[in-house]
Nanobody, 129 residues
């Protein structure tokens, strides 16, 4: 059984930083692509960032480029999202997701929630102005 556990959320002032972690268990992590999504109240879940199984390919939504950095440590079965220069509009529940498909990991594929097979429970990020 695959489990994804996100940690690192919290309350931060605008301009501050947080680092989210997502620890995976139950599958061979090194073969799996990982993504981060977020959902604000009253809004649909949206793509934030993704990283290929090797870590070679990374993708970001335009609003976080230059501020957020995704990375992974395959020895720890963990993917990270370093979030800097946070803004109130970054406030949301952040979810990590795991793709077991093993196919070609293109940006269009990584952006779609339907590409992912397992999801974490989410961690709240609140940015105050």
């Amino acid at each position: 059984q695959v489990q994804l556990v996100e940690t690192g959320g919290g309350l931060v002032q605008a301009g501050g930083s947080l680092r989210l972690s997502c620890a995976a268990s139950g599958r061979t992590f090194t073969r799996l692509n990982m993504g981060w999504f977020r959902q604000a109240p009253g809004k649909e879940r949206e793509f934030v960032s993704a990283i290929s199984n090797s870590g070679y390919s990374t993708f970001y939504t335009d609003s976080v480029k230059g501020r957020f950095t995704i990375s992974r440590d395959n020895n720890k079965n963990t993917v990270y999202l370093q979030m800097n220069s946070l803004r109130p509009e970054d406030t949301a529940v952040y979810y990590c997701a795991l793709d077991v498909g093993g196919g070609i990991y293109t940006r269009d594929y990584a952006l779609s929630p339907d590409s992912y097979d397992y999801w974490g429970q989410g961690t709240q990020v609140t940015v105050s102005s």
